[in-house]
């Protein structure tokens, strides 16, 4: 008899199921209301990608999808890495009459980012949020792209502890002058490093998209170059008060930048060189702050090389 | 929590003393391989040079308690475990008590309900897939016909669990034994119920929190026929994503049916399978085989030998048709085709392929449900195949197998339509046996397998290969093997490659050591339908195994 | 990670623990060809010993061994009274083959289905084939692992040395 008391309780879980019905989708969104704040908890989603991974296209629309839903706060970096699928085809028109998937997005610290935080070697597409749960021996950093709309609405609420101001100005041609500009909003104690690089948004190239080859596809948002160290470089002091600023100012000159890209690819495996034909309007500064005891970015923020 | 499972163990160690009939016993193994660099076959060396797997299992019972636990060691995981797989632990410990036909499990245990289809929990060390559950089983059995399971836990994934939150309840029931039924027709019916809950939200969708499954079966036994039904159903189970076109609110459903018919001397079976948007994950927006919690085995025949499974059939849980046929037969001593000591034959044809318009998929502006039974859609395997073996005189035995598979490497390995199309094999095996005197026997084994690929393809293809191996053994205690595998037909000549192996072992008792050396292929090793990437290497590997 | 596995093993050593090779069967159902549950401490020979051997229809020297055996079952019985028992560890995948590849096999043996490896684990079997000696009293008395052209007639002899105590 007490024995089916158990059993009793046990079919209490033959209710436990949520049967929807349509429409699915729900237009009550709210977006967390920043209206008020000078700064704003910013989030970047680093998509590891490849032109002829058939499956991150998926990865990139969820990117736009996420986007969709919280405007300016998120802000993405497609690294392609790996090799196996970034890997460009070779110019030569013999071997290659369509002169299909020959542009080598690849850049040296996209390699090195990859390396260390093993995204490529667990397979494509792959992506990190604001570089979260890092640690030591494990591999939790790494999200699927099923994961992120979940893990960006929780960080999204999550207190922001920098500010970060970019600007830049052109002073003859190719060359500009970028000023980075931290500013604690908090006491903080740890080390903390700042991280800027530029990407190019609408790159049109070739990419596998399910099982078909995309010669017309928008790229979004592809990391060209660093304009740091690829693990970046020191804010100024080792603990932060709360108002303690640190500017950082960076002379770059685009066609070195560019000419830099081309030589690396030309050194990697399978390079072709056909790394160039930068858009300048396309630009974009990208600037974080990130803690060096687990890497997690506590603080990014994008802006336009160009626009006023 | 590993020092409590110590403790608790250290603890029922000394009432052992006062217990009768308490015993512990266990068992242990090692596998220990060097990676050195081999630029031919695309082989990396490991940072670490030698990686390790090992795990040693202890349990001690006494009358009606039991307790276990299984110490994991990855220092660092061989290449073809998963990296998470990284350090060790205890991530197995259970205690399990029973008392007038209830037996109550607490800690980690492993189940089935059904034949698997809406959900198994079980542990394959080849693949490094360990999904046991941690939390509180029952198992109750009324009178000898009616018994019933259930639980409530999370499933384990490397050192760690997944989110959900599962729980279920099984039944069955025998229907001749409960109600007293003498007929020579038995049925035996069984249903389960899955649910998951994992909290979760979507600002753009509604998404449900408890994804539940249901599964029905039936057993029907009469004299030498067998016949086995199975249909599960999974309401709405999207993923957490934003984009519409990933929403997927579909109901998925499965089934596999059976029928069996043996005799003395003959036997033959068929199946048939389907699984449609039938993936049940321990948490939803993960990838990867460590969160699948449900089990459909893929309907082709596991293959022994290494030509016959270079080429392994994957599941397609989101969506697959399959069929297929077995006929053993034995040939009688004396006739013709039998001979002094008699012929067993095994034939085995087996064809799985996708549903129309691919897997169920529901939302706001999408409705599609595949065709229940198309079997005119792409195919993604099929094997015929021929097993003959026969025993020639006292010292000569042989086992011949001759296939014919087709292989759409484009699908079932995620690449590119078109870029190495659907490969045709055509593949012979001889294995042969010579008994030299009492205890050495001497085995020669010669695979060839010529392949062709269907459909104009954008990538140099393997080809054909050719592979021997003689191994020899002295009972009881001595093997020695080496074989080489040949890629000779590779159109990058570059690509024409050997992989040599030498292995050679010992076995006394339950302790068995072997240790090999050469290389191996680059390649898919599958379990049931669920496989794993072995990358290629080239080094030593040393396997010790024991149990006391 | 290493001081608590010491503290273990001095422990179970101080407790006297001897590893010893008499065990017990398992409290562990299987499941017979025809459905029924069984449940392997009810295995039963008259006091005559019993051999418990796991194997798949898919690992080859399982079914080589089960095979030289068969050849001379008939011999063993009328010298020993042993009984065979063989664990299907096979899985959902190849269970169906079980029944006619045993028929086709002419096998007599007592075949189990053990389909997601609970008697397999409770009996610490990490690899097929592995054999296991039962003595009159059920206790577990000699396990050999693997199999290798001949072995069973150091199985016959394993056989015959309990038979004489």
Request: glycine share 8%.
């Amino acid at each position: 008899m007490k024995r089916s008391f158990c059993f009793i309780i046990l079919i209490g879980f033959l209710n436990s199921c949520d049967v929807l019905e349509g429409p699915y989708m729900d237009d009550t969104v709210n977006p967390i209301d920043t209206s008020g704040n000078e700064y704003v908890k910013n989030i970047l989603i680093e998509d590891f990608t490849a032109h002829r991974c058939s499956n991150c296209p998926n990865a990139a629309r969820e990117i736009e999808a996420i986007h969709d839903v919280y405007g300016s706060r998120i802000i993405s970096l497609a690294i392609h890495a790996g090799f196996q699928f970034a890997y460009p085809y070779p110019l030569d028109t013999t071997v290659n009459p369509d002169q299909k998937f020959t542009y080598d997005f690849r850049t040296s610290w996209g390699d090195e980012m990859d390396t260390e935080f093993g995204l490529s070697a667990s397979g494509l597409p792959n992506g990190m949020i604001n570089r979260i749960d890092w640690t030591e021996n494990g591999g939790d950093h790494r999200k699927a792209f099923s994961q992120w709309a979940s893990i960006t609405a929780d960080e999204l609420n999550k207190e922001v502890q920098f500010g970060i101001n970019i600007n830049s100005t052109v002073v003859s041609g190719d060359e500009i002058d970028i000023t980075v500009n931290t500013e604690a909003l908090t006491s903080l104690s740890g080390n903390y490093k700042l991280v800027v690089c530029l990407s190019e948004n609408n790159i049109i190239n070739w990419q596998t998209d399910g099982s078909y080859e995309d010669s017309d596809y928008v790229h979004k948002h592809v990391l060209r170059s660093l304009l740091t160290s690829t693990w970046g470089e020191d804010l100024s002091g080792t603990s932060i008060n709360s108002g303690d600023s640190s500017n950082h100012t960076y002379s770059l000159d685009l066609s070195d930048l560019e000419n830099n890209n081309i030589q690396n690819s030309l050194s990697m495996n399978l390079g072709n060189g056909d790394s160039g034909g930068w858009d300048a309007n396309n630009l974009y500064v990208i600037a974080y702050v990130y803690d060096v005891s687990n890497y997690e970015i506590l603080q990014v923020e994008e802006k336009s090389l160009l626009a006023k | 929590m590993k020092t409590q499972a110590l403790t608790i163990l250290l603890i029922i160690c000394s009432f052992k003393l006062a217990a009768q009939n308490s015993e512990i016993h266990g068992d242990f193994s090692l596998t220990l391989q060097s990676y050195v660099e081999d630029e031919t076959i695309n082989a990396a060396a490991a940072d670490e040079v030698v990686l390790n797997n090992a795990f040693l299992n202890l349990i001690y019972s006494s009358n009606n308690f039991t307790v276990g636990l299984r110490y994991e060691s990855y220092l660092n995981a061989l290449l073809d475990y998963d990296s998470e797989f990284k350090g060790n632990g205890i991530p197995y410990r259970y205690a399990t008590y029973s008392i007038d036909g209830l037996e109550i499990t607490a800690g980690n245990f492993y189940e089935q309900f059904g034949s698997g289809l809406i959900f198994r929990s079980y542990e394959e060390k080849g693949l490094g897939i360990d999904n046991a559950m941690d939390g509180i089983r029952l198992k109750y059995r009324i009178g000898k016909g009616i018994s019933l399971k259930s639980f409530i836990g999370k499933s384990r994934t490397f050192f760690t669990y997944a989110d959900g939150i599962l729980r279920g309840i099984d039944g069955e029931i025998d229907v001749n034994e409960t109600f007293g039924l003498e007929k020579q027709t038995k049925y035996i019916l069984g249903g389960s119920f899955i649910s998951r809950y994992e909290q979760r939200s979507n600002p753009k969708f509604i998404i449900p929190q408890n994804v539940a499954a249901y599964a029905g079966r039936l057993n029907i036994l009469n004299g030498g026929w067998n016949y086995y039904g199975e249909y599960a159903y999974k309401i709405n189970d999207p993923i957490n994503s934003l984009q519409e076109s990933e929403m997927n609110y579909a109901s998925g459903s499965a089934f596999t049916n059976s029928i069996t018919y043996s005799q003395r001397g003959f036997g033959v079976t068929a199946e048939v399978h389907r699984a449609d948007n039938m993936l049940l994950l321990s948490e939803r927006d993960r990838t990867g085989k460590a969160y699948i919690m449900n089990y459909i085995p893929t309907l082709s025949k596991p293959h022994a030998y290494t030509l016959l499974a270079i080429y392994p059939c994957a599941t397609q849980a989101m969506g697959e048709l399959g069929v297929q046929l077995d006929l053993f037969y034995k040939f009688k001593k004396g006739t013709l085709l039998g001979g002094k000591y008699g012929t067993k034959i095994n034939l085995n044809l087996s064809r799985i392929n996708a549903l129309e318009g691919g897997n169920s998929m529901l939302n706001d502006n999408i409705d599609h449900t595949p065709a229940l039974l198309s079997f005119d859609e792409e195919l993604y395997f099929s094997d015929i195949n021929l097993e003959i073996n026969k025993k020639v005189n006292k010292k000569v035995k042989y086992n011949a197998v001759f296939a014919h598979q087709k292989y759409n490497k484009d699908f079932l390995e995620g690449k590119t339509p078109g870029e190495y199309g659907t490969l045709s094999s055509t593949i012979g095996v001889i294995d042969l046996s010579y008994k030299i005197k009492k205890g050495h026997t001497i085995r020669i084994e010669t695979q060839a397998l010529f392949a062709k690929e269907i459909d104009s393809v954008s990538k140099k293809q393997e080809g054909d290969w050719i592979m021997a191996l003689a191994e020899y053994t002295i009972s009881p205690n001595w093997f020695f093997a080496i074989q080489d595998m040949y890629n000779y037909g590779n159109e990058d000549e570059s690509k024409r490659l050997h992989y040599m192996n030498i292995n050679f072992g010992f076995l006394k008792g339950a302790t068995r050591f072997e240790i090999g050396y050469g290389k191996k292929r680059e390649g898919i090793f599958c379990v049931g339908g669920i496989c794993k990437v072995v990358p290629s290497s080239n080094g030593l590997n040393l396997s010790i195994t024991s149990s006391f | 990670m290493k001081k608590p596995i010491i503290l273990l093993i001095a422990f179970l050593l101080s407790c006297g623990v001897t590893f010893s090779q008499d065990r017990s069967l398992p409290n562990i159902e299987v499941k017979t060809l025809k459905g029924n549950s069984f449940n392997i401490q009810d295995l039963d020979n008259q006091g005559n010993p019993m051999v418990i051997s796991f194997w798949a229809t898919w690992c080859k020297p399982c079914k080589k061994e089960l095979n030289a055996i068969a050849e001379v079952y008939d011999d063993w019985q009328d010298e020993t009274g042993v009984k065979l028992i063989a664990i299907s560890i096979d899985d959902t995948r190849s269970m169906s083959k079980v029944a006619p590849y045993v028929n086709s096999s002419d096998w007599e043996y007592d075949v189990y289905l053990d389909s997601n490896s609970d008697l397999k684990r409770a009996m610490g079997v990490s690899t097929v084939p592995h054999t296991f000696l039962i003595n009159g009293e059920g206790k577990i008395v000699w396990n050999h692992k693997g199999y290798i052209d001949g072995d069973e007639e150091e199985l016959y002899e394993q056989i015959l040395s309990i038979l004489v105590k």
